[in-house]
């Protein structure tokens, strides 16, 4: 049974709880089989966000609660970063932290389209030592612990290993709820101008790859799009305004499969920075630095 230590992780005289794979795993497959029952819902309620386009419903709420209870019980002490329940104010520290995405790809959930999951990650000192996506839809679950390999329904799995840009399929990310932000009466001047800028980097972004990439696509879930470069469907994901929450889990199952996630600037990613870079080899992910663009960059 393969376990992490949090308490040797972070350098504590006593030793703590193990975490295991194995109970990720399970409580993955927990929130899942919520999912999963209430996928084909057509009374769904569905309330927005922050903008028309950013939806949650109450089985966001039920999952996370849901899994909060589960981790609270085995690991008193953890903190949480989630989607449903954080605020813009909290971020990953260096205590052992549950980083979770109850459904990622909660559009396509509300819509019956099958690219939803459960996404969670568990880090200490800010690097994600698990992580677990599960599809319960498609059956898949993806998992990795950190320097053990990624794995798809318990069978391991590697990127395409892709090199050259023109042959690669490269998924296109963006928040449709950020850009929905431009116009709104109700929004501010300043997030309005944020807004507008985000938009030119997305159309830069996607202009680059329509005319140096062989094709695009784009799913709606940001942690399966990442599992999909480690599983070698996708070459490479390239993104404007992901979460913690959607970039824990699935950043250590593409570097598990051997990928690299890097800032558009070339730098190591760090999750809060809402960018990210994966790709299959080093060389392909290099090949998009000084080419995509980002606010602030």
Request: glycine share 8%; aromatic share 6%.
């Amino acid at each position: 049974m393969s376990t992490v230590n949090p308490a040797d992780a972070v350098g504590e005289a006593k030793p703590g709880p193990e975490v295991t794979v194995e109970f990720v795993q399970a409580i993955a497959r927990e929130a899942g089989e919520i999912l999963r029952t209430s996928f084909y819902d057509r009374n769904k309620k569905v309330d927005t966000k922050d903008s028309p386009a950013d939806l949650v419903t109450e089985y966001d709420r039920a999952i996370e609660d849901h899994l909060k209870k589960r981790i609270h019980k085995a690991f008193p002490t953890h903190q949480f970063l989630c989607e449903e329940s954080s605020t813009s104010n909290d971020c990953l520290t260096d205590a052992p932290t549950w980083v979770i995405d109850p459904i990622d790809g909660t559009t396509n959930f509300v819509h019956s389209i099958p690219h939803t999951c459960v996404s969670i990650g568990f880090a200490v000192n800010k690097q994600v030592l698990i992580g677990v996506v599960y599809a319960p839809i498609l059956e898949e679950l993806f998992t990795a612990e950190k320097g053990k390999g990624a794995y798809l329904n318990g069978e391991r799995i590697h990127t395409s290993g892709r090199r050259d840009p023109s042959r690669a399929v490269v998924c296109c990310g963006f928040s449709v709820s950020s850009l929905r932000k431009i116009g709104m009466p109700d929004v501010d001047p300043v997030a309005q101008a944020a807004a507008r800028e985000i938009e030119k980097s997305v159309m830069n972004n996607v202009t680059y790859c329509v005319h140096n990439c062989r094709d695009i696509r784009h799913y709606g879930s940001t942690a399966l799009e990442l599992c999909y470069v480690a599983a070698g469907r996708l070459d490479a994901y390239q993104s404007l305004s992901p979460k913690e929450w959607d970039l824990a889990a699935g950043v250590l199952i593409v570097e598990e499969a051997g990928g690299c996630v890097i800032d558009f600037d070339g730098k190591p990613l760090e999750l809060h920075v809402r960018r990210g870079l994966a790709a299959s080899t080093e060389e392909l992910a290099r090949s998009f630095v000084g080419q995509l663009t980002a606010p602030g960059l």
